[in-house]
C-alpha cells in the first residue's frame, strides 16, 4: 500500500516563497503521474500542479503558471512543489496524490484519476 507524506507548508507573507515535498514509500514511483491539489474550505479541491514521472511531462494550472515548479527525485522517492511570487489566494491546504498508473495526460489535473493522497500541509500566505 502506498503512503505520501507531505512536509514544507507554514506561513509567509505574499511575494515570498515556499517547497512542499512529498515523501513516497511502498509505492512504484515510475509510470505513473504524481500531482499536488489544494483545497480551500468551502470549495472544491484544485489541481494545482502534475507531473508524468516517467517522461518528466509537466502541467499547471493556469492560476500558477509562471510562479510554481513541481520536480522530482527518483532516488529519493519524493515530489516537490517549489511555490514562488505566492499571492493571499494560494492559501490552503495542499495535498500530494498519485496514480496507480499512467492516465489520459488531459485529465493530469483532476483528482478523481488520482489513487493515493497523503495528509495535507497548511500553506498560510498574508498579505
Known amino acids: 500500500q502506498g503512503q505520501l507524506v507531505e512536509s514544507g507548508g507554514g506561513s509567509v507573507q505574499a511575494g515570498g516563497s515556499l517547497r512542499l515535498s512529498c515523501a513516497a514509500s511502498?509505492?512504484?514511483?515510475?509510470?505513473?503521474?504524481m500531482g499536488w491539489f489544494r483545497r480551500v474550505p468551502g470549495k472544491e479541491r484544485e489541481g494545482v500542479a502534475a507531473i508524468y514521472t516517467r517522461g518528466g511531462n509537466t502541467y499547471y494550472a493556469d492560476s500558477v503558471k509562471g510562479r510554481f515548479t513541481i520536480s522530482q527525485d527518483n532516488a529519493k522517492n519524493t515530489l516537490y512543489l517549489q511555490m514562488n511570487s505566492l499571492k493571499p489566494d494560494d492559501t490552503a491546504i495542499y495535498y500530494c496524490?498519485?496514480?496507480?498508473?499512467?492516465?489520459?495526460?488531459?485529465?493530469?489535473?483532476?483528482?478523481?484519476?488520482?489513487?493515493?493522497w497523503g495528509q495535507g500541509t497548511q500553506v498560510t500566505v498574508s498579505s
Open positions: 511502498g509505492y512504484s514511483f515510475s509510470g505513473v503521474y
Open positions: 496524490a498519485a496514480t496507480l498508473g499512467t492516465i489520459w495526460s488531459a485529465l493530469a489535473l483532476k483528482d478523481y484519476k488520482y489513487n493515493y
